[in-house]
């Protein structure tokens, strides 16, 4: 597995972006994948996890309603689409594959962090 976000960028509040985290592995299918992000001074929080092919997702209640998480498994693509962005969704964003049951919002059960892609928003 090898991750890499990108879509990152400069965006006023109430835009949007659309972030991308590609697999160049070929195990992407067997694995929940999630959205972190980090402020700086911050420690990572969860953002959005979903699962391998059913639909399941979980979002963090900052961005419930605003950020949509989905996956394309025959690209090997993960996308995180958010809406309605505010100042404080700055940060960087990084993409993980969760290979240890329990908590999605545990950075310990995920491994393969890419190297994360900048969101700023302007107010």
């Known amino acids: 597995v090898q991750l890499q976000a990108s879509g990152g960028g400069l965006v006023q509040a109430g835009g949007s972006l659309r972030l991308s985290c590609e697999d160049s592995?070929?195990?992407?299918?067997?694995?929940?994948m999630g959205w972190f992000r980090q402020a700086p001074g911050k420690e990572r929080e969860f953002v959005a996890v979903?699962?391998?092919?059913?639909?399941?997702?979980i979002y963090a209640d900052s961005v419930k309603g605003r950020f949509t998480i989905s996956r394309d498994n025959a690209k090997n693509t993960m996308y995180l689409e958010m809406n309605s962005l505010k100042p404080e969704d700055s940060a960087v964003y990084y993409c993980?594959?969760?290979?240890?049951?329990?908590?999605?919002?545990?950075?310990?059960?995920?491994?393969?962090w890419g190297q994360g892609t900048l969101v700023t928003v302007s107010s």
């Open positions: 993980a594959v969760k290979y240890k049951s329990g908590s999605a919002y545990d950075t310990g059960r995920y491994a393969y």
């Open positions: 592995g070929r195990t992407f299918s067997n694995y929940m």
């Open positions: 979903i699962g391998v092919s059913d639909g399941f997702t």
